[in-house]
T-cell receptor, first 110, second 117 residues
Framework: GQNIDQPTEMTATEGAIVQINCTYQ??????LFWYQQHAGEAPTFLSY????GLEEKGRFSSFLSRSKGYSYLLLKELQMKDSASYLC???????????FGQGTELSVKP | EAGVAQSPRYKIIEKRQSVAFWCNPI?????LYWYQQILGQGPKLLIQ????????DSQLPKDRFSAERLKGVDSTLKIQPAKLEDSAVYLC???????????????FGQGTRLTVV
């Protein structure tokens, strides 16, 4: 089976940096995804990690350590529009089953 | 390219009634997912198709929920009879057939918001 844990909510200040952590347990790992979901909207893809290390994409970076079952999403130069839920998802090796965590509700304040 | 299409966007039904949701994935996407998302929670995988075959339906309440993907393209999800706790957003997503380490992210439709009263 799979188990994914992330904090329920976080608050940060506009212009600051925030790190959202995700820990997972899975019987077979084949990639970790981060999605952003604004209230009332569908999730949209942010990043993908399958090998250890850091992936950078503009203001967003994502890190993976497979041996520790750990990932984080780093958001720099926070903007008000970054207030959203951030979802960590793990893809299972067999069949590609995609399982989501509960999501982290990020509030960016002026 | 066109995205994942879902209908209807909203549905209100009484408990014990039946309801069906429709999804048209992105052209060429072999994998199709149905998720249930209750307010304040992450999406819960109900069923995953690879073409017209079921990859996983371990969390689908099979006594009341059913899904099919005839011809490996469009899919329908049905609930019969509905319960109050089925009130949620039902999200359909699709992705390319993944191989190895390739990034084949899932693209989501806008979802159907179901309210059972």
């Amino acid at each position: 089976g799979q188990n994914i844990d992330q904090p329920t909510e976080m608050t940060a200040t506009e212009g600051a940096i925030v790190q959202i952590n995700c820990t997972y347990q899975t019987s077979g790992f084949n990639g970790l995804f981060w999605y952003q979901q604004h209230a009332g909207e569908a999730p949209t893809f942010l990043s993908y990690n399958v090998l250890d290390g850091l992936e950078e994409k503009g203001r967003f970076s994502s890190f993976l350590s497979r041996s520790k079952g750990y990932s984080y999403l780093l958001l720099k130069e926070l903007q008000m529009k970054d207030s959203a839920s951030y979802l960590c998802a793990v893809r299972d090796y067999q069949g590609g089953k995609l399982i989501f965590g509960q999501g982290t509700e990020l509030s960016v304040k002026p | 390219e066109a995205g994942v299409a879902q209908s209807p966007r909203y549905k209100i039904i009484e408990k014990r009634q039946s309801v069906a949701f429709w999804c048209n994935p992105i052209s060429g996407h072999a994998t199709l997912y149905w998720y249930q998302q209750i307010l304040g929670q992450g999406p819960k995988l109900l069923i995953q198709f690879q073409n017209n075959g079921v990859v996983d339906d371990s969390q689908l309440p099979k006594d009341r929920f059913s899904a099919e993907r005839l011809k490996g393209v469009d899919s329908t999800l049905k609930i019969q009879p509905a319960k109050l706790e089925d009130s949620a957003v039902y999200l359909c997503a699709s992705s390319l057939d993944y191989t190895g380490l390739s990034n084949t992210e899932a693209f989501f439709g806008q979802g159907t918001r179901l309210t059972v009263v």
